[in-house]
């Protein structure tokens, strides 16, 4: 029994490991410029810049998550992901198959936090804010995506997109099983506490502080009550 177990140890202990990024790999990242990519913090996995809702071929985008993890296991390997501390290695198949979607194009938020990247003044820049639905159908027709692939929306409040308890619905109805909402928790939004008591997700609540005072201060609102 121990030759048995030292085998099977060995045997995948053995598997040669290749590098593996998680979003070059398993993600599509719509961001808040407009563009959509595979990592978000890197050019290499540009898909396609001023996207407007209308849908990329599916073959493009199967080709580009494949030669983007070529890429990244190759010499060829830029140094901006090289340093990447989301750079793993990995003995597994990586097949394309998208495991992540992230949607980041809404800046608009119920507050305006001192630490934000997108403050409201006078060089708050307004991105097309399409409607995602459709992108979300085309990314099910895919196949790319399964009940498992997480959904994520983050950047703004994503409360405040005029269609965001449509999408929750949706989803929920399609039976996606994790949904991530990043949220001031300011508004009140009937979806979520479906999706919470469904138990399909998760919500990440931005409160920053437990006191009147300093929550106003940071968030540049008084609505700490």
Request: one cysteine or more; a positive charge; proline letters at 3%.
């Amino acid at each position: 029994m121990a030759t048995f177990f030292k085998n099977v140890i060995s045997k995948y202990s053995n598997k040669k490991k290749e590098p593996f990024c998680k979003y070059i790999s398993e993600s599509i990242y719509f961001d808040n410029k407009n563009n959509v990519r595979l990592c978000p913090f890197t050019d290499l996995g540009l898909i396609k810049e001023n996207y407007d809702g209308i849908w990329l071929n599916t073959d493009d985008l199967k080709k580009k998550m494949t030669e983007c993890t070529q890429i990244i296991q190759s010499k060829d390997i830029n140094q901006e992901c090289k340093e990447c501390i989301f750079l793993d290695k990995t003995d597994r198949n990586t097949t394309p198959a998208i495991k992540y979607v992230y949607f980041a194009h809404w800046k608009f938020c119920s507050n305006n936090c001192i630490y934000c990247d997108y403050p409201k003044n006078d060089n708050f820049i307004e991105t097309k804010h399409y409607d995602v639905l459709p992108t979300i159908k085309q990314l099910i027709d895919t196949k790319l995506i399964t009940k498992n692939t997480s959904f994520i929306f983050e950047c703004g409040d994503a409360c405040t997109h005029p269609e965001f308890d449509k999408i929750i619905y949706f989803l929920l109805n399609y039976n996606f099983k994790n949904i991530v909402v990043k949220t001031s928790g300011l508004r009140f939004c009937q979806s979520i506490a479906d999706l919470i008591g469904r138990n399909k997700g998760e919500v990440h609540i931005s409160f920053d502080s437990g006191t009147r005072f300093m929550y106003q201060k940071i968030k540049q609102f008084d609505k700490f009550n």
